[in-house]
C-alpha cells in the first residue's frame, strides 16, 4: 500500500494520523528481537547517556546514535555529530535490519526510495519523557523520519506546525512505526512521562530508534 489510508483498520494498517504522518501497527514485531539485539550492539561501542540541553538541564531519556552522524547537545547546541564526543570515535554503523525496516517503513507511508544516514536511539526508563520539539537539525527536511517503538507502551504526543498546536496523543505499542514527512515533517512531537510496567522483551524499559537522513 503506498498511499496512506483514512479507513484503514486500527491494526496491521497504515492509518494517517495527520497530512504526511502516518501510524503502521505492529510494523516491525517480526524484526523485533533482532532490533533489540542491534541497539544492545550498538551500546557496546557507544554507550547511553544523559544529555544536557544548551539551557543546561539533564534529559530525562538516555541517548546513543548509529550511522554517518549522531545527534547530540551539550551546553553549545543541537546537532549532528560525526563522532561520538564522549568517545572520539566514529560512532557504529547503521545495522542492515535498522536500513532496511526505515525503506520499508517509509515507502508503505509513501516515501520511496528513503535512505536515512543517522538513527538515534532514546531509552526510556519509568519517570522518562521528551518534552515537545521539532526534529529540524537535520540537512534535509525531504526525507520523511521514521520512528519505532519497542518494548513498554508510551503515549507520542504528536502535535502541529505550531508548539501551541494541541497535540495528538498516541499510545504507541511494541513493534509500532510512525512516518511523518512532506507536510508533517517539522510538527512538533514529544513522549508523555513513560509509566511503569514490565514488557517481555525489554523489562522496564521503552526504546525509541529515530531513522533520519541528517546530512
Ligand atoms: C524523538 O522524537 O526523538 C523520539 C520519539 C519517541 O520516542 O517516540
Ligand atoms: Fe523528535
Redesign the pocket.
Known sequence: MNTPDLFAAPEGGVEAIADGAVLLRGFVLDAATALLAEIERVAEAASFRHMVTPGGYEMSAAMTNCGTAGWTTDRSGYRYERLDLKTGNAWPPLPEAFMDLAGRAAADAGYAGCTPDACLINRYAPGAK?SL?Q?RDEADFTAP?VSVSLGLPATFLFGGPRRADRPQRIVLQHGDVVVWGGPARLFY?GVAPLKDGVHPATGRIRYNL?LRKAL
Open positions: 521528551l520539539h526534529d523520519i512531537h529515530t
